[in-house]
C-alpha cells in the first residue's frame, strides 16, 4: 500500500532542489526554441552559406513539431533520464534510505513512490512544453494541430514512462550515482541505435521518435500503432518487477 507521506517526500525533493528547476528550463527553452528554429531555419541556413544560393521548401508547421518532438528525445530526455538515474544511488550514497526504510515502509514502496512521482514529473513537463510548443507553433504558422497530434503525445509519455523504469533500473544496480548516469545513457544509446528501421521502431520501447516523423509525414498507418503502445507498456512493467526484484535482495 502506498503512502502519502513518501509520495510527498518525493516530490518536494523535486521541488526544493534543483532537479526540478534543471528540468523545467530544458524542457521550456527547446519548447519555445524549437519552433523559432523551424521558421527560421531556412535564414539561418542562407546566412551560414554566404554567396552560396541554396533553396528549400517553406517550413510549416510539421517542421515546427519535427523540431519539437526531435529535441524532447534527444536533450530533453537525456536530461531527464540522467536527473532520475541518480534518485536511488544518491539515497545509498548518503545512507539516507536506511532512515527510510526503518520507518515501516517496504522496498517495494520505497520504489514505486519514485516510479509514480517520476511519472508524475514527467507527465507536467510534458504538457507545459506541448502548451508552449502548440501555442508558439499556432503563433508563427496560423495552426498547430495536425492528424495523429494527440497519439504522438501518447507515445511519447509512453516512452517517457519507459524510460523512468530504465532510470529506476540503472539506479538501484549502480553503486554510484556516476555510474548510473553512464549505465542509464548507454541504455538510452543503444535503443536510440535500433531505431535506424521502422519496423524495429514500432517493437521499440524507445521508438516514438521514428514512429512520430512517420506520423508527421504520413508514411504510417495510425491503425499499426497499437503495436508501439503495447511493447512499450509491456517492457515498462517488466523492467520495473525486475527492478523490484533485484532491490528487495540487494544488501544496503
Not at 510527498?8 to 521550456?28: M, N, P, Q, R, W
Not at 512493467?237 to 540487494?250: A, D, E, G, S
Request: glycine share 4%; with cysteine.
Amino acid at each position: 500500500m502506498l503512502k502519502f507521506q513518501l509520495l510527498k517526500k518525493e516530490l518536494i525533493e523535486y521541488i526544493k532542489t534543483s532537479k526540478g528547476f534543471i528540468l523545467t528550463a530544458v524542457f521550456v527553452f527547446f519548447a519555445i526554441s524549437s519552433p523559432a528554429t523551424a521558421k527560421f531555419m531556412n535564414e539561418i541556413l542562407a546566412a551560414v552559406a554566404g554567396d552560396i544560393t541554396i533553396s528549400f521548401p517553406d517550413p510549416t508547421l510539421y517542421d515546427s513539431w519535427g523540431q519539437v518532438f526531435k529535441n524532447m528525445n534527444s536533450i530533453c530526455l537525456i536530461v531527464y533520464l540522467i536527473v532520475m538515474s541518480t534518485t536511488v544511488s544518491q539515497e545509498k550514497s548518503k545512507g539516507s534510505i536506511l532512515l527510510v526504510l526503518t520507518k515501516k515502509v517496504s522496498r517495494f514502496q520505497f520504489l514505486v513512490s519514485k516510479f509514480i512521482i517520476g511519472i508524475l514529473v514527467f507527465t507536467i513537463l510534458l504538457l507545459v512544453s506541448t502548451i508552449l510548443s502548440g501555442w508558439y507553433t499556432n503563433l508563427l504558422f496560423g495552426a498547430y494541430m495536425y492528424d495523429g497530434f494527440w497519439m504522438s503525445l501518447l507515445l511519447y509519455w509512453l516512452m517517457g514512462i519507459f524510460f523512468t523504469a530504465v532510470a529506476l533500473f540503472v539506479s538501484v544496480i549502480g553503486k554510484t550515482t556516476t555510474t548510473s548516469a553512464l549505465l542509464a545513457f548507454a541504455i538510452y544509446a543503444v535503443l536510440q541505435i535500433l531505431n535506424i528501421s521502422i519496423e524495429i521502431a514500432v517493437f521499440n520501447p524507445s521508438g516514438a521518435s521514428s514512429i512520430v516523423n512517420s506520423i508527421l509525414t504520413g508514411t504510417i498507418e495510425q491503425s499499426e500503432l497499437w503495436k508501439p503502445i503495447l511493447s512499450t507498456a509491456c517492457f515498462s512493467i517488466v523492467l520495473f518487477l525486475l527492478t523490484n526484484h533485484i532491490f528487495k535482495r540487494q544488501e544496503i
